[in-house]
Each structure stands twice: as structure tokens, then as C-alpha cells.
């Protein structure tokens, strides 16, 4: 985190003035999230608590560096054999690409790493985390509701690490609707 923290403070110390910055929130739905096994892949079922909070700052008119934080509920899965939940929080940092669509429309897309760490219960009998590594890759679509205040709605994938001993893969991708704030 401190690291993360770092790396966004060196951005941000060159010659940025106080329009260049944007934060945003965004409910994030619950997506597909599923589990590979060797016996097959297992979709989850949700908790309802998913969220994601983010910030940044634009280099150009189309470009921006930003970092953020998505906490998503406990996915949990029944399968023969399998009886599992996970829960996930999620550190990303990413270019974001913006395409102006005329004065209220904004096309975006982003593609990043994302630091994932997962709470593990349930596989093999007992409670594990883990932490691993992924390519964070999203697009989305914002309208612009103000010269400030920006609606948006996207779709992002996570990538999936890998989770236990036995070829297990977690995968998550997220569809998510918010306000991103500039200022």
C-alpha cells in the first residue's frame, strides 16, 4: 500500500494544476466469478457488498494514470466435492485511455495490474489467504453531468490467479455503474 501511495505521489509532483485530479465511486454489480477445478468450472453465487473507490491524474485531454481500490463481497460455490467462499480486495494501478464523444460523452478504457488478495474458505477443510497478481482490463462509457460530475458505467476483468494446490484458478470480471469527480 505504501508503495502504491509512493508511485501515485511521483505522478503526481510534476506540474499538474487542481482541474487534473479525479476520484470516483462506483456500486459494482455482481459479474461472473467462477472457480476452475479439476473437475470443471463452478460459477459463484454473491453477497451484495461490492464497491469500488479510485483516483487520478490526467497527463493529457486523453490520457491518465490511476489507482484504486475494489472490495467485492464473498463469492460462494457447491459443487460435488467442492464447497467453498472467497472474498476479495483489490489494488489496481492503470493507464486510462479517454475518447471525447462529443461535448457530453466520454468512450474510456482502461489496462493495468491488479494486486488481488483472497480469503479463502472452505477448500480443503480449512481458512487460507492468498495473494497474487493479474492484468486489470476495463471499458466503460461516461456522461458528463456537469463540467465536474461525470456518470459512468463499465465492465472491467480482473484476470484470474491461482488459488490452492490442486490447478484451482480464480477468476473475476465486474460490471459497475458510478460518479467520477473532477476537480
Known sequence: MKRLISIIALCCAGSASAQDYFAGVAVIAPGDSHLDTQAGRIKGS???LRF????GINLSDSFAL???YARFGKDRFAATGVKAGISTDILYLAARGTWHL?????LFG????AAQRYRIDGLAGTA???RGFAPLLGVGLGYKLSDTLTLTVEAEHFGRVEIGNKNRHFGRGAYSAGLKYSF
Open 46 to 48: 454473491n453477497d451484495p
Open 52 to 55: 469500488k473507490l479510485y483516483g
Open 66 to 68: 490511476e489507482a484504486g
Open 102 to 106: 462529443g461535448d457530453s460523452f466520454e
Open 110 to 113: 482502461r489496462a493495468g495490474i
Open 128 to 130: 487460507d489467504s492468498k
